[in-house]
């Protein structure tokens, strides 16, 4: 489909990309970290912090109110963003990596009815999960006394339903999956995943961070009770993210951060607690950056995310195809067609030498464990580099890429 | 106009990575610690035989980039024989030039001059430093058991 998305127009949107690194121009492939954000975005957050900037919920005075109302609207929008329907609520956290604590240690924490998690219970993760999706469920796992199991995938780095059917049991009571691996690239079946995990009777937890930018999990669609995303990976502010899901699944949640407007009736010795959404978002939450999410959200949606999530897949196999031409190169999960991410390792070039010799020529990829050392070791192939693509990157940038590297390999070989 | 190939990649570098002196591991090592950068996955192993204060063999072993891997192999040839006083004194001087804080000087450094361009680039200092702070680990080792200590 070309560059479609790379109109003039477009590339205005982001000045952080409109910039020389080392004498070149840069070639910003390091979305997977982070993305960029555009113009609508930090002008709608300045928008915001210069007219309405003022604490919500307990002012009766203008500003307050339009503040509040500026984080309810775009709490509205985000959860119309994912397909959050009339059964689900969204609740604002700093990002991804708070969302799925606030899960993991909401289940497992005593709070005042006792956990949700017991001992004889089963947690199943992926192997496929980066650190914030697997650390807090080995110790979630410890409190409880519940028993951790790891689906593990093929090594090709692929997880088959076939292989969930047997970790499942009446005693399984929690399943976490990611929408996308953020080490390889791979996009597990996880709308099957999942189903077969909620028949066993399990709550389920999607990690959506590395798909929002592109493929976003709609969950009126699917058999999920927790989606966790964060704004900067889906051209957001950074900061600020979502935990969404059912309302009765978040309703069992112990209350990470306790505090101011997160309680309905406090005496000296014990409160009790306010309805959701308020009670999981204690103290003052980041509204600029609810509003800059929400703002992602809508740029989004005008560019149209099935043309956002076309471009990134053909950048992607552009990629593929490409390095894996070049001697002494692998990359990891080929076949991953629904990915923006590609991540390969050299037989004689260590990734962090790859990355300073392509940070020469102003192309920014990530090299190393991306929190996932459980799932490279497992492959069997050590620290990664990645390059990962987003809307406005370009198949120019591909080439520059596929040049790089194969530049980097004959200096070091 | 300087290049990363010129500043790190020379190819007295490239040379060593591409065949590690002293890479191995030791029958009885009287010392040894490992040091690991959990973030980029590099993992370096070092031995001492140590007699009285004195090096008399080393060997190293594990994984790293090219920078890591040229550091520690030079390494093992600039401290083989020496003191362990005077083994500190060299990480000092080569720790002192890659943070900046000291200017790089043949006579002191040998071979490992090589590296000095490094301090150019501080995201690749802890590359250039996990075999040297594996090998500070292993001579405060107490003998013979080893230490692990994770770079930081």
Partial sequence: MGDMLQAATLAADFPGLAQGVNGEPLAYLDNAATTHMPRPVQDAMRAFETRSRANIHRGVHTLSQRSTEAFEQARATLKRFVGAGAQHELVFTSGTTEALNLVAHGLSDAGQDGPVLQPGDDIVVTALEHHANLVPWQLAARRSGARLLVLRPDRQGRLHIDELAPLLSPRTRVFAVTACANATGERPPYEALMALAAEAGALTVLDAAQAMAHEVPLLSQLPCDFMAFSGHKMYGPMGIGALVGRRPALERLTPLRLGGDMVEWVSETSASFAALPARLEGGTPHVAGAVGMAAAADYMDAIGLEAIDAHVRALRAHAVAGLSALPGLTVLSPDAGRSAIVSFVAAAAHPHDLGTLLDERGIAVRTGNHCAQPLLEWLGVGPTTRASFALYNTHDEVERLIDGVAFALEVLK | ?152
């Fill in chain 2, 1 to 152: 106009m300087s290049t990363v190939a010129d500043d790190l990649y020379q190819d007295l570098v490239v040379e060593h990575k591409r065949a590690p002196r002293h890479f191995g591991t030791l029958a009885a090592p009287t010392h040894q610690a490992r040091g690991r950068n959990p973030q980029c996955g590099d993992d370096v192993q070092v031995q001492l035989q140590l007699e009285g204060d004195v090096v008399r063999d080393i060997r190293f072993s594990g994984q790293g980039c090219a920078i890591c891997i040229a550091s520690t192999s030079m390494m093992t040839e600039a401290v083989l024989g020496r003191e362990a006083g005077v083994v500190r004194e060299l990480q000092q001087h080569f720790r002192a030039v890659l943070t900046g804080q000291e200017q790089p000087q043949e006579a002191t450094l040998g071979k490992l001059v090589s590296l000095s361009g490094v301090s150019r680039y501080p995201s690749r200092i802890k590359c250039a430093l996990l075999g040297w702070h594996a090998l500070m680990h292993a001579l405060q080792a107490p003998e013979p058991h080893a230490s692990e200590e994770a770079a930081r």
